[in-house]
């Protein structure tokens, strides 16, 4: 840990710059290579595996069938030489998140060929990881590994979906160190089941499923009937046949309930569904782009207009791109390239790389093997106060944080994650502000009076 994040930490304190925001756009940077001999590079995760609050990356090589992590040495988009993390055969799937309740990121990871799910322990919180530890062994094709609370005992479970068994499982996480259940069934009745994700999507304060699939119904969602992890039949949210190849759950519109990100194959159709009412009703397709060569998609603000724009990684070499969210209620722009210099299926996420402020984007490319990243050039019209007073204590937060100082009221509050995805909103927030449900790691937020918007970052222990 550098001398001026432990200083900080030693004193608890942040200090926050104010900063009146007035205009922003996200422009891009030219490709800055990390790793160009990741021998058929597949997978992708990005968060802080060594706890110095600097945004790191995790690969997977499919050729070479390892797992490894980059450091971001300072905070600036240097990365070191990559660490091996562990073997696995080909088609992994990754998910991350801190598994034994020690404050530290660990690696959930399905093997597709050799058909088990496991996880890998991050030893010591900087990035030592244990041989993989099997959560089950016997899985027809276990895909996209989710983890969350599904059984509201504050520790993280697993979900999968099974592509050959028609299925989605979950395993309960025992005693919250890693010690895990046999398979829960959520449904068999997903077609050829590919993705699945975890969102309170009616509102109740547990964590529900969505899926997609290839088949006739193709997006569902399963109600948490009593936030224990006992799963309603599926609700159909959209059984017009063919498949979608990616899902994502945020809020488009900023009505602070969970809408969904979908992207297919079969249509080859970005689209989004609203949540109409907050209680797990959605709206038809609303399309964003039709005819887009998609591989992944993922919500993200770019723009750092505080809401949710839609980055796009495209399919065949096409390259990496986004549309702006131009209202914050969901009316998006044309899409707009931010690089085509890749090769083959790419997938594309954000962080904060180079500490700024505002988010980067990773890519990792099948055909050229290569793990690279693109600085966000945001240009801000600002005017910036020395010598703020806004506070934010304590720093590192164990469940909950002030904010004092200024003389005029907070009048909303957002906090979102490493890859610029919003986890909590609030209108005229009370505090102490009740953080005990994050995770551990590095978080971002603003907070708006009527003098401006105002910028902050605070470390989750």
Same mark, same amino acid.
């Given at each position: 840990?550098?001398?001026?994040?432990q200083q900080a930490l030693q004193q608890g304190l942040f200090m926050i710059a104010l900063v009146y925001t007035t205009l922003s756009w996200a422009q891009f940077g030219p490709q800055q290579v990390i790793d160009?001999?990741?021998d058929g590079a597949f997978q992708l995760a990005v968060i802080d595996v060594?706890?110095?609050?600097f945004v790191d990356v995790i690969a997977y090589s499919q050729n070479s069938e390892q797992v490894y992590w980059y450091k971001n040495l300072a905070g600036t988009g240097e990365f070191d030489t990559r660490e091996l993390v562990g073997t696995l055969d080909s088609f992994v799937y990754l998910g991350v998140g801190d598994i034994d309740g020690d404050n %530290?990121? %660990?690696i959930v990871a399905c093997a597709r060929e050799m058909e088990i799910v496991v996880w890998y322990e991050n030893l010591d919180g900087l990035g030592d990881f244990s041989a993989f530890r099997v959560i089950d062994n016997n899985f027809e094709r276990p895909?996209?590994?989710?983890l969350g609370d599904l059984d509201g005992d504050n520790d993280l479970d697993v979900v999968v979906a099974a592509n050959f068994e028609d299925t989605i499982y979950w395993f309960e996480n025992l %005693?919250?160190?890693g010690d895990f259940s046999g398979k829960k069934v959520v449904s068999t009745q997903g077609t050829d089941g590919r993705e699945v994700r975890i969102? %309170?999507?009616d509102g109740d304060n547990d964590m529900d499923i969505v899926s997609t699939a290839?088949?006739?119904?193709?997006l569902t969602w399963y109600e948490n009937l009593d936030g224990l992890g006992n799963f309603a039949a599926p609700a159909i949210i959209d059984d017009m046949g063919g498949s979608l190849r990616t899902i994502e759950v945020v809020d488009f519109d900023d009505d602070n309930d969970i809408d969904i990100l979908g992207a297919g194959v079969s249509q080859d159709d970005i689209s989004w569904y609203e949540n109409l009412d907050g209680m797990g009703n959605f709206s038809s397709e609303i399309i964003v782009e039709s005819d887009a060569q998609v591989w992944r998609v993922q919500p993200i603000d770019l723009d750092a207009d505080d809401d949710m724009d839609i980055l796009l990684s495209e399919a065949l070499g096409e390259g990496v791109s986004w549309y702006e969210n131009l209202d914050g209620m969901g009316d998006f722009g044309p899409k707009q390239v931010i690089t085509t210099d890749v090769e083959g299926n790419t997938t594309a996420m954000g962080g904060d790389i180079d500490n700024d402020g505002d988010m980067d984007v990773f890519s990792i490319s099948l055909n050229d093997d290569t793990l690279a990243w693109y600085e966000n050039t945001t240009i801000f019209g600002v005017t910036e106060m020395a010598g703020s007073p806004w506070q934010l204590y304590p720093n590192p937060v164990q469940d909950a944080f002030w904010l004092s100082g200024g003389n005029e009221p907070i009048t909303s509050l957002r906090i979102y994650d490493a890859t610029g995805r919003i986890v909590i909103v609030q209108q005229n927030p009370s505090f102490p502000l009740d953080v005990s449900s994050l995770s551990v790691g590095l978080w971002w937020g603003h907070f708006e009076t009527d003098e401006g918007i105002i910028p902050f970052k605070f470390i989750k222990k």
């Open positions: 840990m550098n001398n001026s994040v160009a001999t990741l060594d706890g110095d609050t %530290d990121v %660990d895909q996209t590994p989710q %005693d919250g160190q969102a %309170d999507i290839i088949g006739g119904v193709f």
